[in-house]
């Protein structure tokens, strides 16, 4: 069946047509193809578009938060091909832009999705001189100049006040430098020592300081934020089959694409970027691509990568501590991490492992006879009672985590392009096959790929077993090159293994090629160093600490 979007209201307030389009698709036996024609279409916060969601990384058992507000529901559908080229949706408010909820064989592809007023504020330092700055925005940031601060602001929102608000510099702070292609993460100058601002014109303020001191910061934009991660830019959960396909998008709230406990992702031809012509320079309030507790396979390829505020692409599991040890067969499990609860992490049958958290070596592995957890009837947000098939060995409340290693998936990524981003561009801890192969790196603040693995602090699993990284050029990092780091306060024992790394281009300043740690079979063949600026040299380092069967030919 062939559906048109349009045939169900107006583009002015979308909302009520997608939802009814939608509802028709869900009751109709597939395959249904859902079309939006070329236009623009307006998307504000609606009541039946509310649902209770637990994201992960994001905002954890936080009540305040609980619930997400989606501008395109798909839920409950199989068989769905939402295709939009020369389509954009234009997001009001804070909202999801859309969710995959518990369905199979969806494909979405040729939309552009933009927020009407982004929750980053993009500040272009367009003068300066003894004791002031000039500061311009884009014309979609909104803002009030009141005394020698300036409040930053979403739109008004029916209750009244605005659907997000702060002042000067909020609450983080990254600066694009434009002209040497560099993001990183500074402490914010702008508003120090102010003795007045005003409003110049629409889009600019002056800034005037309590002294003459000269600012050297022509030309830098601040790109400022909150740090409150509310709405993922858009979900996928508990579904299996989901292809994104030739998407743009131009800006994402909160945490990027998200997705969690689903299996089969496909991400192909896709741009994370801001909108040319429009002096906006972030593209994502944190990540762009967050794969947590996955199955199957992950495939991103053929994408472009530009201007996230965190990781472009994190794929990675779960450490649960192990909090109580009633039985021998019995684990009481917390959430450690504070962004993330509410999650249903095993289904009966799967298997799971026990590590050692100091060394992150295995203790023990056993299949799931029966659990509780969130989502089941009275049970807490932030624990799960884990009974296995086999008995476990005693002691290991406090010392140990669990990963459910039933929910990992397999790993491509090829063809895409990184720029613009002050961290890591790739993080990836997988046990199942992972291919990096024909990515451009370009100056990414820290690793360009990185591989950890931590049940102390970010809780983020497990090991990777087999690892290919090929065909890839890194210009010019600001850490290692590639970094195999597993955090644990013991790691004189390989934790990872099976990596190649084989015909990479390196154009380094500096830092190490390859920098790895309490790691088994690591083979460097045929890789090519080149200097990345004219004093510097082709020489690249490596380093290896705690690590076996190490080849470099």
Known sequence: MLLDVTDFGSLDDAGPAIRAALRVARATPGPVVLRFPPGEYHVWPQEENRRELYVSNTV?????????????????????????????????????????????????????????????????????????????????????VTGRSVLWHGEPTPAGGFAWWGRNGLDYTQVF???????????????????????????????????????????????????????????????????????????????????????????????????????????????????????????????????????????????????????????????????????AQFTPGERFEVVDRATLRPVAEAG???????GDPGEPLTSIVLTADVPLPAGLAGVSAVENVSRTPSVEITGNVFRNTPTRAVLVTTRRPIRIERNRFERPGMAAIYVSADANEWWESGPVRDLTIRANEFIDPGGPAILVDPRAPRVDEPVHSGILIEENRFELDGVPAVDATATSGLRLHANASLPATATTTATAEVRFTACRDVVID
């Open 60 to 144: 954890g058992a936080d009540p305040r938060h609980r619930i997400k507000t989606v501008a395109i529901l798909i839920e409950s559908i199989d068989d769905l091909l939402l295709t939009g080229e020369g389509a954009r949706l234009v997001v009001h408010g804070l909202q999801t832009t859309f969710a995959v909820l518990d369905s199979a064989r969806v494909r979405v592809e040729g939309l552009e999705f933009d927020y009407a007023v982004p929750t980053v504020v993009d500040a272009t330092v367009a003068d300066a001189g003894p004791g002031f700055r000039l500061i311009r925005v884009p014309a979609v940031t909104r803002f009030t």
């Open 177 to 343: 430098d434009v002209a040497a292609g560099r993001a990183r993460r500074v402490d914010n100058p702008l508003f120090r020592d102010v003795a007045a601002m005003h409003r110049v014109g629409e889009r600019e303020v002056r800034i005037e300081y309590g002294h003459r001191a000269q600012p050297y910061d022509m030309g830098l934009v601040y790109a400022m934020r909150r740090t409150v991660r509310d709405h993922p830019g858009a979900l996928i959960t508990g579904s299996a089959d989901v292809t994104l396909s030739r998407l743009r998008f131009r800006y994402l709230h909160g945490f990027g694409v998200v997705a969690q406990h689903s299996r089969d992702l496909t991400v192909e031809d896709c741009e994370f970027r801001p909108p040319p012509g429009t002096r906006r320079h972030s593209a994502g309030f944190a990540d762009f691509l967050q794969v947590s507790g996955c199955s199957g396979r992950v495939v991103v390829r053929d994408s472009v990568f530009d201007g996230s505020h965190d990781d472009p692409i994190n794929v990675h599991g779960t450490y649960l501590r192990v909090a109580e040890q009633p039985r021998t067969d019995t684990l009481l499990l917390q959430f450690a991490h504070p962004e993330t609860a509410g999650l």
């Open 368 to 374: 799931v006879r029966d659990v509780r957890q969130p």
